[in-house]
């Protein structure tokens, strides 16, 4: 029962930490205009209510069950933990907008589905790390082509004259390249 309670609260809080971005984003004076720390701590919040939510579904007694939404849900919570570390550091939190959504389905999908079993009898530890490797791997790459996506917006957007919108409020060109970069290493 408690697993329920915090997938809903989890979905909440990505829902709310998106929403929050947005808002920051677009700038509007708004009741969910919040601090970047506090952003922040709303997506740390619901990343551990998604891992207590994923632990019991992914780790059994056999192996783990990587089935379709179980491995979903992972790479969800993966790709949002490395987007909260690297924002501590980088002006990354925009790419939370359309990453945070997708975690909150997931939640969902993984919660509330019927279970499909697919369950990796445990090799040892070595080819555990070597899954959790590469889903982390996946993670980072499905982040870099969120940034280059949005990278390829702003530069649209401004050879053609249009710095409007919201690519006033994203970091200059050159940064956001330099982070591109960075998340390919």
């Not at 740390?44 to 979903?72: E, K, M, Q, R, W």
């Not at 975690?103 to 070595?126: D, E, F, H, K, M």
């Amino acid at each position: 029962m408690y697993l329920v309670a915090f997938a809903v609260f989890a979905i909440v809080l990505y829902l709310l930490t998106s929403a929050a971005l947005t808002a920051r984003l677009a700038g509007a004076e708004s009741a969910l205009r919040m601090s970047r720390p506090v952003v922040l701590l709303l997506g740390f919040g619901a990343v551990i209510l998604h891992a207590l939510v994923l632990y019991p579904d992914l780790i059994t007694g056999s192996g783990l069950n990587l089935g379709f939404f179980n491995a979903a849900s992972l790479i969800a919570l993966l790709t949002v933990v490395v987007l909260l570390l690297a924002a501590i550091r980088q002006p990354v939190e925009n790419l939370g907008i359309p990453v945070l959504p997708v975690a909150a389905a997931t939640v969902a999908l993984a919660s509330w589905s019927p279970q499909q079993q697919t369950t990796i009898t445990s090799g040892g530890w070595q080819l555990d790390l070597h899954i959790l490797f590469s889903v982390l791997a996946y993670s980072l790459f499905a982040l870099a082509a969120v940034q280059a996506v949005l990278l390829a917006i702003q530069d649209r957007h401004l050879r053609n004259r249009h710095p409007g919108g919201f690519i006033r409020a994203l970091p200059p060109l050159e940064v956001m390249e330099q982070l591109l970069f960075q998340l390919k290493k």
